[in-house]
């Protein structure tokens, strides 16, 4: 999971917010909201800025110079303008504005913020503004001002093109004074350029009658919760690292041994420093605590906090927990909290894309969804990225030697879900033995090179999986994975399908694997989506997911953080000592339940079992450092590999359909201190044997006769295509169905699947066309499965999408999708008729379709902006209502069939206004 955006232009804010507090004191003496006047503070900006300045420097994830804030009365009144830079690539990008308080503001019994806000909708199209308020009085709250892909159409217009949205946020919990107030101003994938004015910041009581997070807590938890019994533990783990801490190898030893048990324990990202609850006499730094009284059994940290993104967060901004102004030396000190309360820590990895960081020097903004700069060819040894990764994982290792000093293993998670394309390293950025061979460099760049012996490297995929082999595409290898996991969200809004089908079959099948190679298996990460929690579809949803969990030999699982905005939270919290989310009550009876274990049960750090330890690597290793899989050879290149115990002569084979060199390869110097790494070099003369033609090929890692590593790779300059609107035709994949798997991403909902393949027989013209066989599920909620084409264009030229496709007679909802920004924008061909009454996915004859732009419907209700196309997708969904027979295989409860594409392009219509077939 992730979050994060930059923006030019000028910002005027006019902000109220609430505060529902059942009394507040008041010098001593309690002061009910009944007493307390209307208004507790406005800045009308009537005259001047009113104390409000720029926060110099502490522009979140801000990457294009420091904004300004001036007094203006442009639009008829006094206001601030504040003037900002933000840009589209960026997920969430902050720059704020603050005013120190003085002498400090009394807000108790108040219950309402709220603010004037005025922006231009003219100027962009893209994105989201949201807003953020926080004081180190305990106020932290965040939600969405505009959705710009719609703005138009928000607030009331006023004077010149602007339009006023006025935004009104309840805060809960027993505030009291504030010394300070800060406002962020935050720009979601935006590229907003124009002027932006703040007007009529206040602090109100209004009277309203409670919300569903005011509900009544009727249950009570257990004192000291659920203990882990006595545990048998193996004296002896194989682990990837041999020399790693005695405390590592228990952990391991502990979890492999719990799975043998019927306990779980529960996990939670964030569970120490992100909270959505309130704060209230009493109240902790943890939503889990809060409940409980004890904190989350796994507590889940990301790097996005050890390089500042997500820290500090929002309660322990107040000093109440372990402050540190460094986020490494802060994210530690959290860490070893946790563990001093009984949670094992988990770190996973939202890495930023390092394009974007050479490009711009910003390591903070919130990068992993940008998808652009082919980050993954470029990051390996010999790739001009490498540094810049290198010099993150430094970081990750300074994090970890101060847990090391403090006793605390880690659960080390990178580049998780990564067999979707939502992250830069996800499938269709780069192939599976890249994909492989990076994290074998990032696991042996933090064991061997910087001495990092904390770690179990985690391994999860996004489920579900259709097969084994699904599950281990990208698999680096036993040697260099201890727990074998999976992230999996329940987007059924608490469909028993999901729940009882889709999650234990998923459950059974990582699990079988981990028990066939002697690992640990956990849920490395969870959630009922947030529409689900936040409507409380399912009240046992924790208890629920406890028992698939537990009937298993998994150790774990994890849900996702309790962010302090909108409904951006995984778990239920509390508004008060004695009211909060309506799944409290469900909550406290998961954690009383005798099989769920949290922090104050897990009774790990009290162990003094001495466990031997062996390494996981046996015999001769080794991975292709250089070039990277799917890289094209068009100049002279250092062949260039690591290896671990090396039985003999270590050597680079290459080939392609014409032609086979082997060289031979010596020790690299240039290897760090820990690790072996050899090089052999390719001329450009021996080059040129392969071929003038660009062709695909391998290199194979040898030591002597036994392979080592295979990668793919191109013989050949990288083709160029000449024609930028087209999305493609097929032709560019050298009749490989590998690259055109690795180039069209896949993704699937729950007992649904699909395979691409290049089709000779069925296409338009030229040598292929593109066969998707899909398998959808008819029980449940709707089913999908499709494909998706990371593709950057520029479409100003053309008003329509034209492709070739067969149908397949079935008339599901077949969808072809283009993504405009930050918005998809589809049509439904099921809805689109070729003749009277006749759908055209109800059909078997294949057409050329073309598609005018004005047909495509966004998701969010946006303007499809034909500038910025960044990817493309073919979708099939269940539509329920389809029950002919020859439809359906309902003794598997699922469809099969195919449909057919080829030349998919945006083309010159000559004004069409709706849909052709030829």
């Known amino acids: 999971?992730?979050?994060?955006?930059?923006?030019?232009?000028?910002?005027?804010?006019?902000?109220?917010?609430?505060?529902?507090?059942?009394?507040?004191?008041?010098?001593?003496?309690?002061?009910?909201?009944?007493?307390?006047?209307?208004?507790?503070?406005?800045?009308?900006?009537?005259?001047?800025?009113?104390?409000?300045?720029?926060?110099?420097?502490?522009?979140?994830?801000?990457?294009?110079?420091?904004?300004?804030?001036?007094?203006?009365?442009?639009?008829?009144?006094?206001?601030?303008?504040?003037?900002?830079q933000y840009d589209a690539s960026v997920g969430w990008s902050e720059p704020k504005i603050k005013t120190d308080i003085a002498p400090a503001l009394d807000v108790s019994g108040y219950n309402t913020f709220s603010f004037d806000f005025y922006f231009d909708p003219s100027i962009t199209s893209t994105?989201?503004?949201?807003?953020?308020?926080?004081?180190?009085?305990?106020?932290?709250?965040?939600?969405?001002?505009?959705?710009?892909?719609?703005?138009?159409?928000?607030?009331?217009?006023?004077?010149?093109?602007?339009?006023?949205?006025?935004?009104?946020?309840?805060?809960?919990?027993?505030?009291?004074?504030?010394?300070?107030?800060?406002?962020?101003?935050?720009?979601?994938?935006?590229?907003?350029?124009?002027?932006?004015?703040?007007?009529?910041?206040?602090?109100?009581?209004?009277?309203?009658?409670?919300?569903?997070?005011?509900?009544?807590?009727?249950?009570?938890?257990?004192?000291?919760?659920?203990?882990?019994?006595?545990?048998?533990?193996?004296?002896?783990?194989?682990?990837?690292?041999?020399?790693?801490?005695?405390?590592?190898?228990?952990?391991?030893?502990?979890?492999?041994?719990?799975?043998?048990?019927?306990?779980?324990?529960?996990?939670?990202?964030?569970?120490?420093?992100?909270?959505?609850?309130?704060?209230?006499?009493?109240?902790?730094?943890?939503?889990?605590?809060?409940?409980?009284?004890?904190?989350?059994?796994?507590?889940?940290?990301?790097?996005?906090?050890?390089?500042?993104?997500?820290?500090?967060?929002?309660?322990?901004?107040?000093?109440?927990?372990?402050?540190?102004?460094?986020?490494?030396?802060?994210?530690?000190?959290?860490?070893?909290?946790?563990?001093q309360e009984g949670a094992i820590v988990t770190v996973s990895t939202h890495f930023?894309?390092?394009?974007?960081?050479?490009?711009?020097?910003?390591?903070?903004?919130?990068?992993?969804?940008?998808?652009?700069?082919?980050?993954?060819?470029?990051?390996?040894?010999?790739?001009?990225?490498?540094?810049?990764?290198?010099?993150?994982?430094?970081?990750?290792?300074?994090?970890?030697?101060?847990?090391?000093?403090?006793?605390?293993?880690?659960?080390?998670?990178?580049?998780?879900?990564?067999?979707?394309?939502?992250?830069?390293?996800?499938?269709?950025?780069?192939?599976?033995?890249?994909?492989?061979?990076?994290?074998?460099?990032?696991?042996?760049?933090?064991?061997?090179?910087?001495?990092?012996?904390?770690?179990?490297?985690?391994?999860?995929p996004n489920g579900p999986f259709s097969s084994k082999d699904d599950y281990l595409e990208r698999y680096p290898g036993d040697e260099y994975i201890d727990v074998i996991a999976f992230d999996y969200y329940d987007n059924s809004n608490g469909n028993n399908s999901w729940m009882n089908t889709s999650l234990a079959n998923t459950i059974s099948l990582v699990d079988g694997i981990a028990q066939e190679r002697g690992k640990v298996s956990a849920v490395a990460e969870t959630g009922m989506s947030t529409s689900g929690i936040a409507n409380n579809t399912r009240q046992t949803w924790f208890t629920d997911v406890l028992d698939k969990v537990s009937a298993s030999h998994m150790a774990y699982y994890l849900v996702w953080a309790n962010f302090s905005g909108g409904t951006n939270y995984m778990a239920p919290y509390k508004t008060s000592a004695t009211t909060g989310h309506p799944m409290v009550d469900a909550f406290i009876d998961f954690y009383n339940n005798d099989k769920s274990i949290f922090a104050n049960g897990t009774g790990f750090y009290g162990l003094t079992n001495a466990i031997s330890i062996s390494s996981a690597a046996q015999g001769s290793k080794g991975f292709v450092l250089a070039p990277a899989g799917g890289a094209y050879i068009e100049n002279a290149i250092t062949l260039r590999a690591s290896v671990k115990n090396a039985a003999g002569q270590i050597s680079f084979v290459l080939a392609n359909t014409s032609h086979e060199l082997t060289k031979n390869a010596t020790p690299d110097s240039s290897a760090p201190t820990g690790v072996t790494w050899y090089k052999a070099d390719l001329s450009a003369a021996e080059l040129t044997a392969f071929g003038t033609e660009t062709t695909q090929g391998t290199v194979t890692l040898k030591d002597k006769t036994t392979t080592l590593s295979t990668i793919t790779v191109y013989f050949g300059t990288k083709p160029v295509r000449t024609d930028p609107n087209v999305v493609d035709d097929f032709e560019f994949h050298y009749g490989s169905d590998e690259v055109l798997n690795n180039t069209w991403s896949g993704n699937s909902g729950?007992?649904?699947?699909?395979?691409?393949?290049?089709?000779?027989?069925?296409?338009?013209?030229?040598?292929?066309?593109?066969?998707?066989?899909?398998?959808l599920s008819i029980s449940g909620g709707e089913g999908y499965t499709g494909r998706t084409y990371s593709y950057g264009g520029d479409w100003s030229d053309y008003d329509a999408l034209q492709l070739w496709i067969k149908p397949d007679g079935k008339n599901q909802k077949v969808v072809v999708q283009v993504r405009s920004g930050?918005?998809?924008?589809?049509?439904?061909?099921?809805?689109?008729?070729?003749?009277?009454?006749?759908?055209?996915?109800g059909t078997t004859t294949a057409k050329l379709v073309t598609l005018p732009f004005s047909l495509f419907k966004g998701k969010s209700n946006g303007t499809f902006n034909k500038a910025n196309i960044t990817s493309f997708g073919l979708w099939v969904n269940t539509i329920h209502t389809n029950t002919n027979d020859t439809y359906y295989d309902y003794a598997r409860g699922n469809l099969h069939s195919v449909l057919y594409y080829d030349d998919i392009k945006a083309v010159k219509s000559g004004g069409l206004t709706s849909v052709r077939f030829e």
């Not at 005027?12 to 059942?22: D, G, P, R």
């Not at 994290?439 to 490297?457: G, M, Q, S």
């Not at 918005?823 to 809805?831: A, G, I």
């Open 750 to 775: 729950a007992d649904c699947s699909n395979t691409i393949r290049l089709s000779t027989t069925e296409k338009r013209g030229g040598t292929y066309g593109m066969a998707l066989d899909y398998t």
């Open 822 to 841: 930050n918005e998809d924008f589809e049509v439904f061909l099921n809805e689109i008729e070729i003749s009277a009454g006749t759908p055209f996915a």
């Open 352 to 460: 930023p894309n390092f394009n974007y960081v050479k490009e711009s020097g910003d390591w903070n903004s919130y990068t992993p969804g940008t998808l652009t700069g082919d980050v993954m060819l470029r990051i390996l040894p010999s790739g001009d990225l490498n540094g810049l990764f290198n010099e993150y994982l430094d970081k990750i290792a300074t994090y970890a030697h101060l847990l090391e000093a403090a006793d605390v293993p880690v659960l080390f998670r990178p580049f998780h879900e990564h067999n979707g394309s939502w992250f830069w390293w996800g499938k269709a950025f780069c192939t599976p033995e890249t994909y492989k061979n990076v994290v074998r460099y990032t696991v042996e760049y933090l064991r061997d090179i910087k001495d990092v012996h904390n770690f179990l490297y985690v391994y999860s």
């Open 127 to 339: 994105g989201s503004l949201q807003y953020k308020v926080f004081s180190n009085g305990g106020i932290d709250k965040n939600a969405i001002i505009v959705n710009l892909r719609n703005g138009s159409s928000v607030g009331t217009a006023v004077a010149s093109t602007y339009r006023k949205v006025s935004v009104t946020t309840v805060l809960t919990g027993d505030l009291t004074t504030i010394p300070d107030l800060t406002l962020g101003i935050i720009g979601g994938n935006t590229d907003y350029s124009g002027a932006m004015f703040i007007d009529n910041i206040k602090f109100s009581y209004v009277a309203a009658p409670p919300g569903p997070d005011q509900t009544a807590i009727t249950k009570t938890p257990n004192a000291t919760g659920t203990q882990v019994p006595a545990l048998s533990l193996p004296a002896s783990v194989r682990l990837v690292d041999g020399e790693a801490t005695v405390e590592t190898a228990r952990l391991y030893a502990y979890l492999k041994a719990l799975g043998n048990t019927d306990k779980v324990i529960y996990g939670h990202q964030n569970d120490m420093h992100h909270k959505h609850g309130a704060a209230y006499t009493g109240s902790t730094q943890s939503d889990t605590k809060d409940i409980t009284g004890s904190f989350a059994g796994i507590m889940g940290i990301d790097t996005l906090s050890i390089i500042g993104n997500e820290y500090p967060g929002s309660t322990i901004r107040t000093g109440d927990l372990d402050y540190d102004a460094n986020p490494i030396a802060g994210s530690a000190k959290l860490s070893i909290h946790a563990a």
């Open 1 to 84: 999971m992730g979050k994060k955006c930059l923006c030019v232009g000028s910002i005027a804010v006019l902000v109220t917010v609430l505060c529902s507090c059942s009394s507040v004191k008041d010098g001593g003496k309690t002061r009910l909201p009944s007493e307390v006047t209307e208004t507790a503070k406005v800045w009308s900006f009537d005259t001047d800025t009113a104390g409000w300045q720029v926060a110099t420097g502490e522009h979140y994830a801000y990457g294009a110079g420091e904004p300004t804030l001036e007094w203006d009365n442009s639009l008829g009144e006094g206001m601030v303008k504040f003037t900002a």
